[in-house]
């Protein structure tokens, strides 16, 4: 059964699903009339010591697909959230991660949203979910009800 996540809530995977390794968080939305260029991006951050990343091969996104473990796995860059469901996904094993990172961050922003003049309130149906990327079963799913006029991250 799914869970629904709130604005600001956390979710615990090792606590919560402590008996598979491999996972997938996707990303969807689509866009207003008044945004039709509006590019929405999942980035990953996978942190060790400090907080910090201990190569920038451990920051993925749409210009490095997969780290250098081969843990996570960026599906690609869909630049117009035209697609029918998931429209960015990001695939981890998590058997592989290296022993140097003991937190992964995901990150969803707009690309040049400033530049634009694009925010989240120009977004419609927009989700973030994580599943067993084995099963198909969705654990939680975070579906964007506010209105940020200011957000573009």
Same mark, same amino acid.
């Given at each position: ?43 990953v951050f996978m942190l060790g010591a ?13 210009? !490095?697909? =997969?780290?250098?473990?081969? /843990? ?7 630049? +117009? &959230?035209?697609?029918?469901?998931d429209d960015e996904t990001i695939y ?26 694009? !925010?989240? =309130?120009?977004?419609?149906? /927009? ?7 084995? +099963? &198909? ?17």
């Amino acid at each position: 059964m799914s869970i629904e996540l709130t604005k600001g809530e956390r979710f615990n995977i090792s606590r919560e699903s402590p008996d598979f390794n491999k996972i997938a968080i996707a990303l969807g939305w689509q866009v207003s009339e008044t945004a039709q260029n509006c590019d929405i991006d999942a980035s990953v951050f996978m942190l060790g010591a400090g907080d910090r990343i201990p190569d920038e091969r451990y920051f993925l996104f749409y210009n !490095n697909l =997969s780290s250098p473990d081969g /843990a996570v796995r960026h599906s690609r860059d869909n630049t +117009t &959230g035209q697609i029918e469901g998931d429209d960015e996904t990001i695939y981890v094993d998590l058997s592989k991660i290296n022993s140097a990172i003991q937190e992964i961050v995901f990150v969803v922003t707009i690309h040049e949203g400033q530049e634009k003049n694009q !925010n989240f =309130s120009q977004v419609r149906n /927009a989700f973030i979910r994580l599943y067993n990327s084995e +099963t &198909g079963i969705e654990l939680f799913r975070y579906n964007l009800k506010e209105v940020f006029s200011q957000e573009t991250a």
